[in-house]
């Protein structure tokens, strides 16, 4: 069951800054990188994966683990 563990609340608009929009940087990349490094990851993300696709509204990762199904 999905647990809230925070809320954000705004006091003002949001505005754009030169550090937001030019050098802050988040990557993504697949998990399957991670994988491949840390193996015993890959049971506990399966468990969340499958728990968040059983929660009433769906959250659904159809490509995550395709090849192991």
Known sequence: MPLKIGQI???SSPTS????DNILFFQHQRMDDD???HPEWVDHATAISDAQAATEGGFSYPDLHASDK
């Not at 800054?17 to 937001?20: A, C, F």
């Open 35 to 37: 994988f491949a490094i």
């Open 9 to 11: 609340v705004l006091t």
């Open 17 to 20: 800054t030169n550090y937001g």
